[in-house]
């Protein structure tokens, strides 16, 4: 019976003890003053870093199982000459205390929650990140009263936090200005690690740059290895919207060996963390190596596999006496799957665990309607990235696969250096070469736009095809060569003002029903639609001069089996209008009552045509010729091949020899081609001009 009263006596007394404790703590709390810890926390701060921390919030303690400090509306001073006043700002604070020592008058944080911060890492104009913080110089030497000798006094540091929560937050990385801003949606962040030098264990959930939902979780190096830029020892596994991602390896003072791994919906998943603008395409599998051998750091691309084309090379990133950077680029593939490169379907929507995508993983949204009807883009240059960045970018591809003709040994080569941008394509398509060569300059306040495209026996479907227009044609192997030059700061300012010339010159191919629109019932008897020789054309071939963004096209011929036909008009690149007349002769006497002038008008998304008995008339005063020489008996001659020519030889193009001569055979041509308006040069607002 003793035993039991002894034994109820000390269970009353825990509970009494667990009745009251609450109550004591409440109690106490209620007569302490917490702007004692508030400043206590100022304070410490201050010494360490030299920064300013404000807490405007009134500074509260929750007594629960788990004591916590509430700290709200935080802020921390940024370094002088940052781009605003604060590194970072709190929504709120929660330091989770140690109870034993908040008895004892002292506040011990075993970890901390931030909800709603906003944290900026930058770096000022002379490359010192915000993030080195050093102490005040007043006061580090030793006081009279202290009796010590001269010996600097032990500057303060702050306590470690075992471990850092997260949510709702967003981290800015902000280099230089010759790197991208990085932006870090933090939805949830877990980081533990006993000591500063010791293993760091993350668990990340987010976005970058508004990019695909991710996840990450593992070991992270360390903390003081990641101020270093060496982070240590890293083996991190996660999702990256619909796909996969892993990093392993390690960066050492010694040497920097880490292996990657991504996997995304498209190349445009992955823009958002590179910086680029990259297409939709089908899946991605991107398999890497990162070293770092003599201060250039490399990364060995194992496979990059876009949906059934796969790829290897090599990025290296250097920087140049300026310590500007500078990147090299090189991928070569066997195959390339064309239709690879094109945007996939939507896919059915699927949510990473523990996060909420604001815009659904693997769905494209359609972009606003543009009131704007034109085709040339009137999207601006890169102009910084072009005036700031050093680049080199080499692709070349065996075979290209998923085209009508064969398209062998393509190399596209990009090279950015000191302001300028270089842009070379070139394949061969089928028996054909083609090559374009674009330049940008934009040292001048004005950008200087050069554009040189050649293609010899390509056909002109394919060409067309590739610049996104409708074609209209089948086969037709054409020789062009185009020569451009402009200023402005987008492709359509650049046409608008353009010079230049463009000639072309085309046998042996069909016109096909996609352009029957443009031409009228007698003409689609002149082309021969609907019977043997449907659509068939011998040759096509002209010349236009390019003057302030106006195409002139005084020199045209065609020729099929049924017709020759010659004409001219203009395309003005200002407003993308465009007006043609074609001018028939028969070979036929029976058709010489349908042959009619066709005038094409339109824009370059949509032309039609009509006949117009009135494109005959001359001007005013203006006689018509005696004798009219016969276009068809001029193609017929200029078809012929010269005399010792090869036998096997291709023929000569006998539209190109028409159009040289259009001027003999219809002199009265030009002054009845339709004229292009006056349209002035519509420039935006320009910025002001850089100091030199």
Excluded at 276 to 289: G, M, N, Q, W
Excluded at 675 to 683: S, Y
């Amino acid at each position: 019976m003793g035993r039991l009263r002894r034994w109820l006596i000390i269970a009353g007394a825990v509970l009494l003890v667990a009745l009251l404790t609450p109550a004591g703590l409440y109690v106490w709390a209620s007569t302490r003053d917490l702007s004692r810890y508030q400043s206590q926390i100022v304070d410490q701060v201050r010494r360490a870093t030299g920064r300013e921390l404000a807490i405007k919030g009134q500074l509260r303690i929750n007594f629960t199982l788990s004591p916590s400090a509430v700290a709200e509306n935080v802020t921390l001073s940024n370094m002088e000459g940052g781009t605003r006043p604060e590194m970072a700002r709190i929504s709120r604070a929660i330091l989770h205390l140690d109870p034993i020592s908040l008895l004892l008058g002292e506040m011990r944080i075993g970890r901390i929650e931030l909800i709603g911060a906003d944290v900026l890492v930058e770096r000022d104009a002379n490359g010192r990140s915000n993030l080195e913080m050093t102490p005040p110089v007043e006061g580090s030497g030793p006081h009279p009263s202290e009796h010590r000798s001269l010996r600097l006094r032990t500057i303060a540091a702050l306590p470690w936090i075992n471990r850092i929560e997260a949510r709702n937050s967003t981290l800015t990385l902000r280099e230089t200005a010759d790197r991208p801003t990085l932006v870090v949606a933090v939805e949830r962040f877990t980081g533990t690690a006993s000591a500063s030098n010791t293993a760091f264990t993350m668990d990340f959930a987010g976005k970058i740059n508004g990019g695909e939902p991710m996840t990450l979780a593992g070991r992270a190096g360390t903390f003081d290895g990641w101020m270093r830029g060496l982070p240590g020892e890293l083996k991190l596994e996660g999702k990256f919207g619909t796909g996969a991602v892993s990093i392993n390896g390690s960066a050492t003072s010694k040497a920097v060996a880490i292996n990657g791994l991504i996997e995304a919906r498209s190349l445009a998943a992955l823009a958002p963390l590179l910086g680029v603008p990259f297409p939709e395409t089908a899946p991605v599998t991107l398999d890497f190596k990162l070293s770092n051998p003599r201060a250039v750091t490399k990364v060995e691309i194992s496979k990059l596999r876009i949906g059934s084309s796969v790829a290897k090379g090599d990025l290296t990133l250097r920087h140049d006496r300026q310590n500007r950077p500078v990147l090299a680029l090189n991928l070569a593939a066997d195959k390339l799957e064309l239709a690879d490169l094109r945007a996939a379907p939507p896919q059915p929507l699927v949510t990473p665990p523990g996060v909420s995508p604001i815009v659904p993983p693997g769905t494209t949204v359609a972009p606003s309607a543009s009131a704007d009807p034109r085709v040339i883009p009137a999207d601006p240059f890169p102009i910084e990235m072009i005036r700031r960045w050093n680049i080199s970018i080499s692709v070349k591809v065996t075979e290209l696969l998923g085209m009508s003709v064969e398209v062998k040994d393509l190399s596209v080569a990009l090279a950015l250096s000191n302001g300028k941008l270089a842009f070379r394509p070139a394949a061969t398509i089928g028996n054909g070469q083609a090559g374009i060569d674009v330049q940008i300059d934009v040292t001048p306040n004005t950008p200087v736009t050069t554009i040189n495209a050649t293609s010899s026996r390509v056909p002109l479907n394919e060409i067309l095809t590739l610049l996104g227009v409708g074609t209209g044609f089948k086969d037709l192997a054409a020789d062009i060569d185009l020569r451009l030059r402009g200023t402005g700061r987008s492709l359509r300012e650049v046409m608008g003002v353009a010079t230049g010339s463009l000639e072309f010159a085309a046998s042996s191919g069909v016109i096909t029903p996609d352009a029957l629109p443009v031409f009228t019932t007698e003409w689609k008897k002149l082309l021969s639609f609907g019977d043997r020789d449907s659509g068939r054309i011998n040759c096509v071939a002209g010349r236009a001069d390019i003057n302030s963004g106006v195409v002139n096209m005084r020199r045209f011929a065609l020729d099929g089996p049924r017709v020759t036909a010659v004409g001219g008009g203009y395309l003005h690149m200002r407003n993308e209008q465009l007006e043609i007349v074609l001018w028939p002769e028969p070979r036929e006497t029976a058709l010489l009552h349908i042959a009619m002038p066709l005038r094409i008008k339109g824009n370059l998304a949509r032309v039609s045509g009509e006949n117009d008995l009135s494109a005959n008339k001359l001007p005013p005063g203006v006689p018509p010729l005696a004798r009219i020489p016969s276009l068809t008996a001029a193609a017929t001659a200029a078809g012929r091949p010269a005399p010792g020519t090869a036998a096997g030889a291709a023929p000569p193009n006998a539209c190109a020899k028409v159009a040289a001569q259009i001027e003999g055979l219809r002199p009265l041509m030009r002054l009845q081609l339709p004229q292009p308006p006056v349209i002035p040069v519509d420039r935006p607002t320009r910025p002001p001009r850089r100091p030199r």
